[in-house]
């Protein structure tokens, strides 16, 4: 049984996302592990005046 376009396609999608994931996948983390309070570094929380 031939699968239809639309599943090749999702299937495909599927496929291409798993190998982008595996192929970019961090590989450091935030010093405290913690990603949701972690401040980018072009933040200056206490500018100087």
């Given at each position: 049984?031939?699968?239809?376009k639309?599943?090749a396609?999702?299937?495909?999608?599927?496929?291409?996302?798993f190998?982008?994931y595996?192929?970019?996948k961090p590989?450091?983390?935030t010093?405290d592990?913690?990603?949701f309070?972690?401040v980018?570094t072009w933040?200056?929380p206490?500018?100087e005046?």
């Amino acid at each position: 049984m031939k699968p239809r376009k639309s599943t090749a396609i999702l299937l495909a999608a599927w496929l291409s996302t798993f190998v982008v994931y595996v192929l970019v996948k961090p590989t450091e983390k935030t010093p405290d592990g913690n990603l949701f309070n972690a401040v980018p570094t072009w933040v200056n929380p206490a500018p100087e005046r």
